[in-house]
């Protein structure tokens, strides 16, 4: 389990590029991750207004650390570009190491 807290320090008014960033984002976010002994990782990523869960299952031996990795996210701030966008993705592919 991990929990982190940030602050956004405060812009000039006329330089501020996202003045409600805080809104969408928060001011913090929790992430539980779980790993079995055969390999198998899920994970789940919970942030205000934004919800991650990512789950993983190992290939072959002869491929060392690969992973089938399946995400999926929805709620605000999937990106910072597109922080204040509210979209619902699905994604499918190969992750490689320990995350």
Same mark, same amino acid.
């Given at each position: 389990? &991990? =929990?982190?807290?940030?602050?956004? *320090?405060? +812009?000039?008014? +006329?330089?501020?590029?996202?003045?409600?960033? =805080?809104?969408? *984002?928060? $001011?913090?976010? &929790?992430?539980?991750?779980? @790993?079995? +002994?055969?390999?198998?990782? $899920?994970?789940? /990523?919970? !942030? !205000?207004? #934004?919800? @991650? /869960?990512?789950? =993983?299952?190992? &290939?072959? =031996?002869? /491929?060392?650390?690969?992973?089938?990795?399946?995400? *999926?996210?929805?709620?605000?701030? +999937?990106? &910072?570009?597109?922080?204040?966008?509210? @979209?619902?993705?699905?994604?499918?592919?190969? $992750? #490689?190491?320990?995350?």
């Amino acid at each position: 389990m &991990l =929990a982190r807290v940030w602050h956004r *320090l405060p +812009e000039s008014a +006329e330089d501020d590029d996202n003045p409600d960033i =805080a809104n969408y *984002l928060g $001011s913090g976010d &929790l992430v539980v991750r779980h @790993q079995t +002994e055969r390999g198998y990782v $899920s994970s789940l /990523l919970v !942030r !205000r207004r #934004f919800v @991650q /869960l990512d789950w =993983a299952t190992p &290939l072959r =031996a002869t /491929l060392g650390t690969a992973r089938l990795h399946v995400q *999926l996210s929805s709620g605000y701030g +999937e990106t &910072l570009i597109d922080y204040n966008h509210n @979209q619902t993705t699905i994604g499918v592919g190969v $992750s #490689f190491g320990d995350w």
